[in-house]
């Protein structure tokens, strides 16, 4: 399950490769995954993305075969590395889809994880919201860190229609750090993924 939730989450930072074939894959990926039902176990719903990819790449399985190495009869052993390209793609049709997988099967089973939280408390300098909510936050000793909003965040108060008021606020959170590995830089990263979020006095 935690491999899982790292594929989702590095789908949305990988780099958008050239090929336009991969659009209609994308997109055909997409539409057949609008039409599956998103409530449901966090297996199945796995399954069924995995479905959906492997559909829509069967026409091109030369190609796929040429460009990046992938054998579509040996998906077993490459599924993973399809779901990832595929899943580069597909964030420019269904965001929202994709990132509502990720938050519900973290939602679903956090236990699994076994993730260690931590704290921090800072001022608030940045708001970024383009695929996913991040928040940059300056502490007392004036380091800024950034925390991604990519699950539910416990609050005090209605975090979803209040968070873009929080622009120089000084606030806590709980977060947890999660290592996810960069093809641009070709090492891994941290990335801060935020619990909870609450305004100091």
């Known amino acids: 399950m935690k491999t899982l939730i790292i594929v989702l989450f590095q789908l949305l930072i990988l780099p958008v490769f050239a090929q336009d ?23 199945r719903m796995v399954m069924e993305l995995g479905l959906c990819m492997l559909n829509a790449s069967m026409p091109y399985k030369k ?12 998906i077993d052993q490459q599924g993973e590395a399809l779901g990832q ?12 889809a994709l990132i509502a997988m990720a938050g519900q099967m973290l939602e679903d089973d956090p236990e699994s994880f076994n993730f260690e939280e931590e704290t921090y408390s800072g001022v ?3 708001i970024e919201d383009e695929r996913f909510v991040i928040f940059s936050i300056k502490d007392i ?9 990519l699950s539910h965040v416990d609050s005090d108060f ?15 959170v709980r977060f947890m750090t999660q290592e996810i ?20 006095n």
């Open 21 to 43: 074939y991969m659009d209609k894959i994308a997109q055909e990926s997409c539409e057949c995954l609008d039409k599956s039902e998103l409530a449901m176990d966090d297996e």
């Open 63 to 74: 190609q796929l075969k040429k460009d990046f190495d992938i054998d579509l009869d040996k």
């Open 85 to 96: 390209i595929i899943g580069v793609r597909m964030i420019s049709f269904c965001p929202d």
């Open 124 to 126: 608030v300098t940045r």
């Open 141 to 149: 000793d004036g380091k800024t860190n950034k925390f991604y909003w």
């Open 158 to 172: 209605d975090f979803e229609i209040e968070y873009n008021q929080l622009m120089n606020k000084d606030v806590y």
């Open 181 to 200: 590995f960069d093809p641009r830089i070709n090492e891994y990263r941290t990335y801060n993924v935020l619990v909870e979020l609450n305004k100091r």
